[in-house]
């Protein structure tokens, strides 16, 4: 069972998106300077524990460039080394809402203008947004492909609370329904390895069924330089998984998922440079083509064992 023409088994985003648009889609990763209630004090201090620095930005860009620069730079850049065609801008460092909605309307905008970008990504968490910015991305989603990206990590308010991450499941719900009130697609951040049982991670997996969300990133807990979580790593206080867990844990995962919910990431966390632990973390490729060898031996695919019946695999 093969999904959007390729030899994937599961609903892969960028696959997905070449389908829609007619042509592959980069991601231009912007940093506008955002910060996140979580680490300047307003909801607790030192964040959540395995955040650096670099608030999961993946790329380097300098905020002191204007947000029309970065993205006419990496447009070009994408240009240059793929021939690319069509892009996405995607604010991914920090809480990418957390700004009054007069500054977030010049912020977005100024990613949209250049004319071979089709959609926009946001980063952010579920206590980052209120009826008025919704309602700005909302009517920018009536023109841009777009996309909320939520920081949800587990539906268990326990491991929210010992990962320090400052809201809870309800909070999570009351953003994702005012969200899709409005018709704007929702991508939700899971994370494994946070001390769960394997049924207690596939909770999280059928509640994500249940709510028929529209995409989904899965993480891997790493530990990455300068964070709590390292800390605790070379105090021997904590362990993490195996990758062959891993890649178990992945597959039983996408099973219970829906057939129509997009798959945005399956492996790969932090930059190299800063990752400490697992090491097997910094081989992405090996890590997917793994996730794709055991849903071969089992042949599976995603939604497989999904408790709804409305699947439509193509």
């Known amino acids: ?33 955002f910060s996140c209630p979580n680490r300047d004090g307003t909801i607790s201090t030192g964040g959540c524990i395995f955040c650096d620095d670099g608030g999961s930005f993946s790329q380097a860009h ?21 021939k690319a065609q069509k892009f996405m801008s995607y604010f991914q460092a920090y809480s990418n809402t957390y700004k009054p909605v007069g500054e977030l309307e010049t912020i977005y905008k100024s990613a949209l203008k250049h004319p071979d970008v089709v959609g926009l990504s946001i ?17 920018i989603s009536r023109d841009y492909y777009t996309w909320l990206e939520y920081g949800l990590q587990s539906i268990h308010d ?12 309800d909070c999570f719900l009351r953003a994702y329904n005012n969200t899709k009130e409005r018709g704007i697609n929702v991508c939700t951040h899971v994370i494994f390895g946070l001390w769960e049982t394997k049924d207690e991670i596939l909770e999280t997996a059928e509640e994500l069924a249940r709510l028929k969300v529209d995409g989904v990133k899965i993480h891997m807990l790493c530990a990455l330089q300068g964070t709590k979580l390292a800390r605790l790593y070379e105090a021997g206080e904590i362990d993490f998984m195996n990758e062959d867990d891993y890649v178990n844990l992945v597959c ?15 492996a790969g966390n932090g930059l190299k440079k800063n990752l400490i632990a697992p090491r097997w973390l910094g081989a992405k490729l090996d890590c997917l083509n793994k996730i794709d060898r055991e849903l071969q031996k089992r042949n599976s695919y995603q939604g497989k064992n999904t408790l709804q019946t409305d699947i439509n695999v193509k």
């Open 123 to 139: 980063g952010t968490r579920p206590d980052c947004v209120d009826e008025a910015k919704l309602d700005l991305i909302a009517d």
């Open 1 to 33: 069972m093969f999904f959007n023409g390729t030899d994937k088994r599961y609903n892969q985003f960028s696959a997905y998106l070449k389908n829609k648009f007619g042509a592959k889609v980069y991601k231009i990763t912007l940093d506008a300077g």
């Open 252 to 266: 039983d995962f996408l099973e219970l998922l829906p057939a129509e919910t997009t798959i945005h990431r399956l």
């Open 62 to 82: 300098s905020n002191m460039l204007s947000i029309e620069e970065q993205v006419n730079i990496g447009a070009q850049t994408l240009k240059n080394r793929f």
């Open 158 to 169: 326990k491991t929210l609370k010992k990962i320090n991450r400052g809201h809870d499941y």
